[in-house]
């Protein structure tokens, strides 16, 4: 095995203290990459087992909120003999520091990648013509 | 590599140290935590007949995974997805993983290669393998004289 080997441990969401649970299942935090370019934020978040019915994208401000349900799937028939990982929902909130064009938002899942397009909100422009005299 | 049901090979003390810690979290309903260096996770699911292995490759094409079954042994290999952003651009994280993987898992049965089918959905790899026809359990009848 080389140095380069991926390594994925699916990290469990903490559930702050005073909040309580109210779904079935263990809610897991997606891993992304994250990219600023000049004209947007680009996202990509791996949720394995989701499809596009299962994703909600929401962005309230500046709060960007991702969330799958997936719960768990077992084959049927099987029984569970070994298990390295475990499935359930996704859940991750991100706070965007740049203006973003919230109308323009494009969201894309794609083999359990999600992908974000967040287009910055250009700044209002208003050409004022100087009239010479 | 790594033997989910170790019951061959030398006499190794630190795998029953590691048996016994396995055994110790399905206690308590954890999983089996794969070492660090082995990708992808899996799952092993089991009846009479054979199993279905499953692990989460969330973005891997299924023309670039690898898929061999020889003996007992199934063999995965594939390339995650590189990142692709453009130049010039500013990283704010970069945690999911990337690069080439191979793992191989000894099942406790022969596998029948023709019985092996893959599906891969949503990111989710579930490969169905069967035990050979002669070597499923057979009910036995005890007769009365």
Redesign the interface.
Known sequence: MTDQTPHVEKREKDVPEGVEHLHEGKLFIPPADIVETDSAVLVKADMPGAGAEQVDVTLEQDVLTIHARVGRHDPEGYGLAYSEYETGDYQRVFSLSAEIDADHIDAKISAGVLTLTLPKAKPAQKQIRVQAH | MVR??SQSGPWNPWRRLRDLEQEMRRLFGE????R????????????ADG??V?A??????PKDMEIVAVGNTLTLGGQ?GA?E??E??????????????SRSIELPFAIDPDSVEAR?R???L?I?LQRPEQQKPRKITVQVD
């Not at chain 2, 660090?36 to 009846?47: D, E, L, M, Q």
């Open positions: 989910p049901y999983p089996d935590r794969p660090r260096g082995v990708f992808p996770p899996v799952n092993i699911w089991t009846n199993a279905v499953t989460e490759l969330p973005g891997v094409d995650l990142p952003f453009a010039g651009s500013v990283w704010h994280r970069r945690e999911r993983p990337s690069g080439k993987f891969c949503d990111g989710v579930e169905r």
